[in-house]
T-cell receptor, first 111, second 113 residues
Framework: DAKTTQPTSMDCAEGRAANLPCNHS???????VYWYRQIHSQGPQYIIH???NNETNEMASLIITEDRKSSTLILPHATLRDTAVYYC????????????FGGGTRLMVKP | KAGVTQTPRYLIKTRGQQVTLSCSPI?????VSWYQQTPGQGLQFLFE???????NKGNFPGRFSGRQFSNSRSEMNVSTLELGDSALYLC????????????FGQGTRLTVV
């Protein structure tokens, strides 16, 4: 799976949009971009995934650049409960369910 | 629908002992994966089982092993425990194909003394 690069930490004001970037410049054509988050002392939680089109669900939006070398996860109205470590993962969906986690971005939502 | 259940939640073992951790996936899910999380190495993939067969394996020594039963429940075993095996062990459950999201349990926190 392609390596992903994320900023180590970010801050966001409560109620504002949180935009978390991810670089995956070596992503291959059959690799999807997945986002998970881990709130302190809990197991990771799936957020969203996509291949090349932008995706939206009840939790977040995923914007993937046209060349697929980077993406942005958007939490439209961040709350204090969104404080967590966010992981961006490039995954080949034909190779089972193995997830390769990097260091992630520690998002701190502040009042 | 019940989530992924891992038992026990906390465990303290002595160096040199062995330990068995258990994971019950979501009903109907056929894939179970195991991960180790430490402050130094982060979240690392151990192995994945699908329909009782190991489908993927991470870069861990042979002291780490696992198995999956016909009801999809899975166990992982660590023999000859070392201090460095102290970690949060997480289990993830998926329906089976690679397209689906993984659902994680709360983990088992293992402390080796």
């Amino acid at each position: 799976d392609a390596k992903t690069t994320q900023p180590t930490s970010m801050d966001c004001a409560e109620g504002r949009a949180a935009n978390l970037p991810c670089n995956h410049s070596t992503i291959s054509g059959n690799e999807y971009v997945y986002w998970y988050r881990q709130i302190h002392s809990q197991g990771p939680q799936y957020i969203i995934h996509g291949l090349k089109n932008n995706e939206t669900n009840e939790m977040a939006s995923l914007i993937i650049t046209e060349d697929r070398k980077s993406s942005t996860l958007i939490l439209p109205h961040a709350t204090l409960r969104d404080t967590a470590v966010y992981y961006c993962i490039a995954k080949n969906n034909n190779a089972g369910n193995m997830l390769t986690f990097g260091g992630g971005t520690r998002l701190m939502v502040k009042p | 629908k019940a989530g992924v259940t891992q038992t026990p939640r906390y465990l303290i073992k002595t160096r040199g002992q062995q330990v068995t951790l258990s994971c019950s996936p979501i009903s109907g899910h056929r894939s179970v994966s195991w991960y180790q999380q430490t402050p130094g190495q982060g979240l690392q993939f151990l192995f994945e089982y699908f329909s009782e067969t190991q489908r993927n394996k991470g870069n861990f020594p042979g002291r780490f092993s696992g198995r999956q039963f016909s009801n999809s429940r899975s166990e992982m075993n660590v023999s000859t425990l070392e201090l460095g095996d102290s970690a949060l062990y997480l289990c993830a459950s998926s329906p089976g194909d690679g397209w689906s999201e993984a659902f994680f349990g709360q983990g088992t926190r293992l402390t080796v003394v």
